[in-house]
């Protein structure tokens, strides 16, 4: 069974650019979360979708957006880059369905796409 | 928040010896679950143990859990050069669909 895919694996955008991010989950998989993780400021929730709907959202601004197709693959955008937005951007997939139905909360990550900005 | 807060920051043992990260969190939860990252790659699912457990094994991993203290321990035997990495616990909640992290524990473990 094929992991979490994510493309590209590496990116270099100037600032006031935008980049768009994809994830291709485990197959049978209907939850992709994502994450930035800087030295700073460690591992940050970004969004969470599940069959195509965004259930949870993380605390960044608007210039960070991502949708879910109806293959279950899903794809990020960030906009107006800035310096700081230079991160690892985590991809993790999971089972999650309904919850209580054995959703455990376990998640599937991906190799991370590592966006830098100059 | 469901974040779980793991010490110490870092860690540095020699291989073989023992290593023990701790987490800290505030809400109830449905399970706990510890990753680990190798640097600069994605996460991996370690253990997962569910708040009616208190201990769990798997290979040199140990895992132990206080709800009353809302506290969890990892404890890695026999400790090797290819454990080196950052370790984060994740409490799930259940109410909702996302894990948070906390900073991690570093561990280096020198040959």
């Known amino acids: 069974k094929a992991g979490v895919t994510q493309t590209p694996r590496y990116l270099i955008k100037t600032r006031g650019q935008q980049v768009t991010l994809s994830c291709s989950p485990i197959?049978?998989?209907?939850?992709v979360s994502w994450y930035q993780q800087t030295p700073g400021q460690g591992l940050q929730f970004l969004f969470e979708?599940?069959?195509?709907?965004?259930?949870n959202k993380g605390n960044f601004p608007g210039r960070f957006s991502g949708r879910q197709f109806s293959n279950s693959r899903s794809e990020m955008n960030v906009s107006t880059l800035e310096l700081g937005d230079s991160a690892l951007y985590l991809c993790?997939?999971?089972?999650?369905?309904?919850?209580?139905?054995?959703?455990?909360?376990?998640?599937?990550f991906g190799e991370g796409s590592r966006l830098t900005v100059l | 928040s469901q974040q779980g807060e793991e010490d110490p920051q870092a860690l540095s043992i020699q291989e073989g010896e023992n290593a023990t990260m701790n987490c800290s969190y505030k809400?109830?939860?449905?399970?706990l679950q510890w990753y680990r990252q190798n640097s600069g790659r994605g996460l991996v699912h370690l253990i997962l143990?569910?708040?009616?457990?208190r201990e769990k094994h798997s290979g040199r991993l140990r895992v132990t859990l206080d709800t009353s203290k809302k506290s969890s321990s990892l404890l890695i035997t026999a400790s090797r050069a290819a454990d080196t990495a950052s370790y984060f616990c994740?409490?799930?909640?259940?109410?909702?669909?996302?894990?948070?992290f906390g900073k991690g524990t570093l561990l280096t473990v020198n040959p």
């Open positions: 993790a997939s999971s089972l999650a369905g309904v919850l209580g139905n054995g959703n455990t909360g376990e998640l599937f």
């Open positions: 197959s049978g998989h209907r939850s």
């Open positions: 143990i569910r708040s009616n457990e």
């Open positions: 809400t109830s939860i449905n399970n």
């Open positions: 979708y599940f069959s195509e709907t965004q259930r």
């Open positions: 994740a409490p799930f909640g259940g109410s909702n669909y996302k894990l948070t």
